[in-house]
């Protein structure tokens, strides 16, 4: 066990855990921020996507001890009332069925229009390939990153 300081959604947290404890279980476990779904456990499925310094990440294979002083932010801190672009576009279009993916997605999509504030087609393809729904609402998904895109 080691003693780890973490920036999470603007807050200062302190866990002592194993050094090769993935984040996700950190952030659902010891910080009770259990927004950031398990998927497969492998980065293959997209619902445990976070943001370590803006940048999309699968928290299921990052290992506590390779965060160091990244600003990480959940699902839970993307916006006080879930009033960010990208949450308001998912409304808008009805992306959620299940639901179960839809945090992993909209923590991809707001950390491709953070980085790429008017992506083509293609570069929604190439942010969002691998972030999995199982109830297939791609279609959605994209419409509402360009409904989010327009609305910047």
């Known amino acids: 066990m080691a ?33 950031t779904k398990y ?8 619902a445990c996507t976070i943001h370590l310094d803006g940048v999309a990440a699968r928290s ?3 290992p506590v001890s390779s965060v160091g002083g990244k600003a990480i932010t959940t699902i839970e801190g993307l916006s006080a009332k879930a009033d960010h672009p990208v949450q308001k576009a998912w409304i808008e279009h009805d ?5 179960y993916c839809q945090a992993g997605q909209i923590m991809s999509a707001s950390a491709l229009l953070k980085a790429n504030p008017n992506p083509s087609d293609e570069d929604i393809d190439v942010a ?3 972030n999995i729904c199982r109830c297939g609402t791609y279609v959605r998904i994209k419409a509402a990153i360009k409904t989010a895109a327009m609305s910047k």
Do not use: E, Y
């Open 3 to 35: 003693n780890f300081d973490l920036l999470v959604n603007k807050q200062k947290h302190q866990v002592d855990v194993d050094p090769d404890t993935p984040i996700l279980w950190v952030l659902r476990d010891h910080l009770n921020l259990v927004g």
């Open 39 to 46: 998927g497969c456990g492998i980065a293959q499925c997209g």
């Open 60 to 62: 299921c294979s990052v």
């Open 95 to 99: 992306v959620p069925q299940c639901g």
């Open 128 to 130: 969002m390939h691998g």
